[in-house]
């Protein structure tokens, strides 16, 4: 359990947080990681194929993911 701060959210809906992912225009379905810092939005996706399904790295056989940046500017 994590200390309750006043004017912070408890719980966010799932639809609240999938707009979110979708405004800083991320498909939910391939997000594995999202984070928000002072200085920007980092993010690890999945990587996909030519046939739009998750890219399997083919020595490991682990999914193939890709790692996003976006800064805030201004």
């Known amino acids: 359990?994590?200390?309750t701060i006043p004017g912070v959210m408890e719980s966010i809906t799932?639809?609240?947080?999938?707009?979110?992912i979708h405004a800083v225009g991320l498909d939910p379905h391939l997000l594995a990681e999202l984070s928000f810092h002072a200085d920007g939005i980092k993010a690890t996706v999945f990587a996909i194929d030519e046939s739009g399904a998750k890219a399997i790295d083919p020595v490991e056989g682990v999914a193939v993911k890709h790692a996003i940046y976006i800064p805030v500017e201004g």
């Open 14 to 20: 799932r639809e609240a947080y999938v707009s979110l």
């Open 1 to 3: 359990m994590s200390k």
